[in-house]
């Protein structure tokens, strides 16, 4: 099969397209033959990291159709439609991952959607609701709100009844963003957050902070109310995170960490991807696909998800 690999980490160059042994389905396993990839901020992390072997197929999402099933496998068929979660592997035509990290695409929902929805959308759920315990009227303040947990973020704040702050670079994305529920949105590159969250609250700052950002966790921090809460979640800014965690003790400040890798087998967020697949397929949610390469193309791909700051997600078709 053809898959995107590489042997040293670093830039996107680092990628090369090759043939590569194709995948065994194991016994808890289904084959799936890959129909859209979604680069998660995951994999260009990953890819900046030694791989485990060489050549090495990154990827943590994509969605396909079922080729064969595993001889544990109950409750998938050949034929299905079904969206993915690996640690690793989905750069690629063909894709072996444990049948308990699938989901079944219903209908309404296309690949790139449902390639894209498991983690953006899972993850946003999580943070906001089971973590962050999000009650309606609250404010919510979303970073990197035009990125695929951000939107997702956005759209699950609004049904919850908040007041949702988004914070995005670029005034362009403003109404996109008012139109998927913000009630207020703040062009980081022009003005300064925390300052505008305290005024959007009445000095108050917000409720709840979503960062999956990383190096913006300070001024998270300097956003929020006193017994607020503050949810971080990947590190897609990059660097180490440095936080001064004496003010969060005076003001009796709440922080979670949340990875989500080892979550999505856990029922209740396994049931939560099925419900909000569920809510695409009605049109109650929107996953946002900014472009489409293909996977021929993947170290453009990945240069354009690192440097261009898509709205939603960059996909990837074999």
């Avoid at 994509?62 to 979660?85: Q, Y």
């Avoid at 690793?88 to 929805?117: C, D, F, I, K, Y």
């Avoid at 914070?167 to 529920?181: D, I, T």
Wanted: hydrophobic share 45%; with cysteine; glycine share 12%.
């Amino acid at each position: 099969m053809k898959a995107a690999v590489y042997d040293n980490p670093g830039p996107p160059t680092v990628l090369r397209y090759a043939d590569v042994p194709d995948p065994v389905c194991g016994p808890d396993d289904v084959l799936i033959a890959v129909e859209a990839i979604s680069i998660e901020g995951g994999d260009l992390i990953n890819r900046r990291s030694t791989p485990q072997q060489s050549p090495w197929i990154v990827g943590y999402a994509a969605a396909g159709t079922v080729l064969s099933v595993g001889k544990n496998v109950r409750g998938r068929a050949v034929g299905e439609r079904v969206a993915a979660f690996d640690m690793q592997g989905s750069h690629a035509e063909l894709w072996s991952v444990p049948a308990s990290r699938t989901w079944l695409v219903p209908e309404g929902v296309g690949m790139a959607q449902a390639a894209a929805l498991p983690i953006s959308f899972g993850t946003a759920h999580h943070c906001l609701i089971t973590r962050g315990g999000l009650q309606k009227a609250e404010t919510v303040l979303i970073q990197a709100a035009a990125g695929g947990v951000g939107l997702a973020a956005v759209q699950l704040a609004r049904d919850a009844g908040a007041t949702v702050i988004a914070a995005a670079g670029g005034s362009e994305r403003q109404a996109r963003l008012r139109g998927l529920g913000a009630s207020h949105v703040i062009d980081r590159l022009e003005k300064d957050v925390v300052e505008q969250v305290l005024r959007l609250t009445g000095g108050m700052g917000a409720d709840l902070v979503i960062d999956p950002v990383g190096s913006t966790l300070q001024a998270s921090l300097s956003a929020l109310a006193p017994e607020g809460r503050l949810v971080f979640v990947g590190n897609a800014g990059g660097g180490s995170l440095h936080a001064d965690l004496w003010p969060p003790m005076q003001n009796n400040q709440t922080l979670h960490g949340v990875f989500m890798g080892p979550l999505f087998e856990r029922p209740a967020v396994y049931g939560t991807v099925i419900q909000l697949l569920k809510a695409v397929a009605e049109g109650r949610m929107e996953v946002v696909i900014d472009r489409v390469f293909p996977l021929s193309d993947a170290s453009m791909a990945h240069e354009y998800a690192e440097r261009a700051k898509p709205l939603g997600r960059v996909v990837m078709t074999p």
